[in-house]
């Protein structure tokens, strides 16, 4: 059992050093080669962020608002709502296809699903076709999502997981950068090409990924998992040692997922429902549910739909009516929120995990109160061009406001704290809930506009208090240990195969016991 002074001291792994420079590692040709593959799995949140961005700015063109209607409040939350609702659909197999064959055909099968999604909303006739196609979309997404992030921490080098693993979700922002361009490009053609070209281009990232996918490893946790252990450690040895299979770095690794799964082994139910179910059977993985719950709702509830996907009608309120305006306040935020999303993905592994979420959950409060009561006092006198000013200003800084802790650190951080055996089910209910989240979101936000006008941004600001209050409170920090090792700050040393020793400086130090063969 843990003493008590264990249990509060820093986790502190004893992983060999790597034996090659993973600071220059542009030096190294086959972790060069890693880390430029890596960006295939990244591009899997790109068409998330295409999406949004594509429909706040399509909403500003108005070929589009003819073509559909003009469609506003319950229609309009239609319109985005659709996508989460694919969503829904596709989060019952996405355990089934990547733990049954692997991560990579996870994204293979929601890279297809896109591309599909995509060809039928750019042809789209009417209205029920253009939603059923952005259900697909969000169907397809999913998939993407929930395997491209495991299969980036799970293969990457230890020393670069965490910024890795951070960099999955900037690739959201790039897609929204050129979606919003995009936008601003063709809302002048006078045609229904202006819509049709943004809506067909959102499937290029999943061709892109489509050709690229083969090239990249599969993950050694998922082969060792299927009895492939002689491709497991060529893997680790190729990217991580430059093929090296004796090297220390690379054996720590190897019996350290062997012994890993080897007690995952021991644990399961042998059954599909019955697994989920250890979801929910020990205090640790209890624990861990209500943090994917608590950040799925985070990630969905702060407020950030406003920017994501109805910044029109939010401009709009404070007298920036142009499509000119509009899609060009779209297409430069989205680049301050990309470059900010690129610098903050390199913060988890520097200052840890935790207060990257109490800051960042602090700041978008600021910009939460700054642009209700800028919106209140422009409403009130409309020739108040500096509160609207304002409002601008902090729809502008909302983003890098969310960037710094719930983009690439939320990826991190839910996918670090779930062990191999539990990965792909936590991930797809944290896809779950995210999509609830945010169907519950993107379909009230617009009849709130409608209705309640700025008054509606009320709502959020104590609601983003409780979240703070919530993430301090509950949150471990995950910095410092493995990714196996990180079980031990939910589970205890009791439910992993690992050593805790604790030096006289109180920094418990982990080491790892070969039992793998023994299970």
């Known amino acids: 059992m843990r003493s008590q002074s264990a249990s509060a001291a820093p986790v502190r792994s004893v992983m060999p050093v790597s034996s090659i420079d993973t600071e220059k590692w542009w030096r190294s040709p086959n972790l060069r080669r890693l880390n430029l593959l890596l960006m295939i799995p990244m591009l899997s949140i790109f068409t998330q962020g295409f999406d949004g961005s594509m429909m706040n700015g399509l909403q500003s063109v108005e070929q589009w608002r003819l073509y559909f209607g003009d469609?506003?409040?319950?229609?309009?939350?239609?319109?985005?709502?659709?996508?989460?609702?694919?969503?829904?659909?596709?989060?019952?197999?996405?355990?089934?296809?990547?733990?049954?064959?692997?991560?990579?055909?996870?994204?293979?099968?929601?890279?297809?699903?896109?591309?599909?999604?995509?060809?039928?909303?750019?042809?789209?006739?009417?209205?029920?076709m253009f939603v059923v196609a952005r259900g697909i979309l969000g169907c397809g997404t999913v998939f993407m999502?929930?395997?491209?992030?495991?299969?980036?921490?799970?293969?990457?080098h230890p020393a670069h997981r965490a910024t890795a693993t951070a960099l999955f979700n900037t690739s959201y922002a790039l897609g929204a950068i050129i979606a919003g361009w995009t936008t601003f490009g063709t809302f002048r053609i006078d045609s229904s090409a202006s819509w049709r070209i943004p809506s067909a281009l959102q499937g290029?990232?999943?061709?892109?990924?489509?050709?690229?996918?083969?090239?990249?490893?599969?993950?050694?946790?998922?082969?060792v998992s299927k009895d492939r252990n002689e491709e497991a450690l060529a893997m680790l040895a190729k990217y991580h040692a430059e093929?090296?299979?004796?090297?220390?770095?690379?054996?720590?690794?190897?019996?350290?997922?062997?012994?890993?799964?080897?007690?995952?082994?021991?644990?399961?139910?042998?059954?599909?429902?019955?697994?989920?179910?250890?979801?929910?059977?020990?205090?640790?993985?209890?624990?861990r549910m209500f943090?994917?719950?608590?950040?799925?709702?985070?990630?969905?509830?702060?407020?950030?739909?406003?920017?994501?996907?109805?910044?029109?009608?939010?401009?709009?309120?404070?007298?920036?009516?142009?499509?000119?305006?509009?899609?060009?306040?779209?297409?430069?935020?989205?680049?301050?929120?990309?470059?900010?999303?690129?610098?903050?993905?390199?913060?988890?592994?520097?200052?840890?995990?935790?207060?990257?979420?109490?800051?960042?959950?602090?700041?978008?409060?600021?910009?939460l109160i700054s642009i209700t009561t800028g919106s209140a006092v422009f409403a009130k006198d409309s020739t108040n061009k500096a509160a609207g000013g304002a409002v601008v200003a902090f729809l502008y800084l909302f983003s890098p406001a969310y960037n710094l802790g719930l983009n690439g650190?939320?990826?991190?951080?839910?996918?670090?704290?779930?062990?191999?055996?539990?990965?792909?089910?936590?991930?797809?209910?944290?896809?779950?809930?995210?999509?609830?989240?945010?169907l519950i979101s993107t379909y009230v936000v617009p009849i709130g506009l409608q209705d309640l006008a700025w008054k509606f941004y009320l709502i959020f600001i104590p609601w983003v208090m409780i979240e703070i209050f919530v993430v301090w409170l509950v949150y471990p920090e995950t910095k410092g240990p493995s990714l196996e090792e990180i079980a031990w700050l939910f589970d205890g040393p009791e439910a992993t195969n690992v050593i805790m020793t604790e030096k006289e400086d109180g920094v418990v130090r982990i080491e790892v016991t070969d039992i793998a063969q023994k299970v």
């Open 145 to 156: 999502g929930a395997s491209g992030a495991p299969l980036i921490t799970e293969t990457a």
């Open 291 to 367: 943090i994917i719950l608590w950040a799925s709702c985070t990630a969905q509830m702060s407020g950030n739909a406003f920017i994501s996907y109805y910044l029109s009608p939010v401009l709009t309120s404070v007298g920036l009516t142009t499509s000119l305006q509009q899609t060009l306040i779209n297409a430069t935020q989205q680049m301050l929120s990309w470059f900010s999303a690129l610098y903050f993905a390199t913060l988890p592994q520097k200052v840890g995990r935790k207060p990257l979420f109490l800051v960042s959950l602090s700041a978008i409060l600021v910009c």
């Open 71 to 128: 469609p506003k409040g319950s229609t309009l939350g239609l319109f985005n709502a659709a996508y989460p609702i694919g969503g829904l659909c596709a989060i019952p197999f996405i355990s089934i296809v990547s733990d049954t064959f692997g991560r990579r055909f996870g994204l293979a099968c929601g890279g297809v699903i896109c591309l599909l999604g995509a060809a039928l909303q750019a042809a789209a006739q009417n209205l029920p």
């Open 409 to 438: 650190n939320l990826g991190l951080y839910i996918t670090e704290i779930l062990p191999f055996s539990l990965r792909m089910r936590g991930q797809a209910s944290f896809q779950l809930f995210s999509t609830c989240f945010s």
């Open 204 to 223: 290029l990232p999943s061709l892109i990924q489509l050709l690229g996918l083969w090239f990249v490893p599969e993950s050694p946790r998922w082969l």
């Open 243 to 287: 093929g090296n299979d004796q090297d220390l770095l690379v054996q720590f690794e190897y019996h350290e997922i062997r012994n890993a799964l080897a007690y995952e082994r021991s644990v399961d139910r042998g059954s599909w429902a019955q697994n989920y179910l250890e979801l929910f059977r020990t205090p640790g993985n209890r624990k």
